[in-house]
C-alpha cells in the first residue's frame, strides 16, 4: 500500500494557465462594456472570482448575479483550454514517475471542479489521482489548510507522509500550516517570496520521487 502522497496545485503546477485567465477576464469584461487590463489580473492574481467581481464591479451586484459572471468566467476559461492546452513542462512525466514509485497523487485546488477535469484530461492522466479537493468542498481558502488537510483524510494518510507542490505564496503558508512538506515552483511568485517552502525549484523536471521522498521522510521523523 503507498504509504506517501503528493498534493498537486492545478493552475501554475501542472498548467500554465495565466494567459488562458487573463484572455477569459477580458473577454469577460469586454461582454459587460469594460476594460480589464494585465495589471489589474497582476494584481488580482490568488484572488477567488467571485472576489475579484465584487471588487472590481464595486459590489453593486447581487450574488446570484455575481456566481452568474464566475461561471461565465470559468467556461470561457474552459474554452480556451479545450482549444490550446499549454501543460507545464515536466508535468506529466513526474506524475508517472510518483505513480510508478507508488505515491498516491490528489489535487488540492481552488479551482472548480470542471477547471480541474479538464486539465487532468488534457494531461491524459486523470486515472493517476486518487483525490480532488476544490474550492466547493471547503469553507476556508488558502492559505488555510484546510484544502490540504482534507486532501490527506480523503487519501488515508497523516500530512506528515504528504508534500505539496505549489506556485503561490498562499499555496506554501497552507501546506506549512497542514504540517505538509511544501515545494514551491517558481513562475507565479518569485524565489525571494517562497522562502517559507522547504524546496524551491525553477522546474518540475528538478523533482523527482526520491527528493520529494527525502522532504516526507524528514518531516515524518
Known sequence: MPHRAVIFDVDGVLVDSYRAHFA?????????GLEYTEQAFAADFGRTSRDILRRTL???????????????KEALFREI???DFPAMDGAAELIDALAAAGYLLAVGSSAPLA???LSLEKLNRADKFSA???????TRGKPDPQVFQLAAKRLGLPAARCAVI???VHGIEAARRAGMASIALTGTAHRD????????VDSLRELS???????????SQ
Open 166 to 168: 505549489e506556485d503561490a
Open 193 to 200: 517570496e517562497l522562502g517559507g517552502a522547504d524546496l524551491i
Open 81 to 83: 483550454l479545450r482549444r
Open 115 to 117: 477547471n480541474i477535469t
Open 132 to 138: 480532488i479537493v476544490t474550492g466547493a468542498d471547503v
Open 209 to 219: 520521487p526520491a527528493a520529494i521522498g527525502e522532504l516526507t521522510e524528514n518531516r
Open 24 to 32: 477569459s477576464w477580458r473577454q469577460l469584461y469586454g461582454e459587460l
Open 58 to 72: 464595486n459590489g453593486a451586484l447581487t450574488d446570484q448575479r455575481i456566481g452568474q459572471l464566475d461561471e461565465r
